[in-house]
């Protein structure tokens, strides 16, 4: 469910950059999810963390320091243990702004600590819901949350 809730912001992302969906457009986009095999609760949970990212809209003090052309270089390790499609996913959603720079970076580092196996799209996609989700008050992840934390997250 978590990966179609952000396969449903990407396209929300994709088709609405500027965040304002008009109420007129309302039904004819959840008919369209819909008819893609989305339910309509991963529809809802979707409209409602993007209206609240984009009316909370906070960035990083770093993030605005760093210009939006700028590109972050993988580590040998991050490459061997990113597969090309998921980091150009990360890519594309760094570029929609469905996460910020901070985010990213946490994904990676995840992903790396998984170990030596490539990861793809569809993992990542999990990443980012536990990332995301996590991060808004009211949404947790079951069960991902203490999972997908690092070592240091955990250590108080």
Known sequence: MEQHIVEILVIL????PEGAIQPDD???????LIRRGYTQHEIETALFWFHSRQM???TSTVAEELSSDSFRVL????RAVLSPQAYGYLIELKQLGLITLTELDA???KAVLLGGRKVDVEEIKMFIAAQIMEQESGFNVPGMNYYLKTPSDRIQ
């Open 107 to 109: 994904i990676i580092e």
């Open 26 to 32: 309302f039904e004819p986009l959840t008919n369209d």
């Open 13 to 16: 992302m994709r088709d609405y």
């Open 75 to 78: 580590h040998d390790i991050e």
């Open 56 to 58: 909370n809209s906070e």
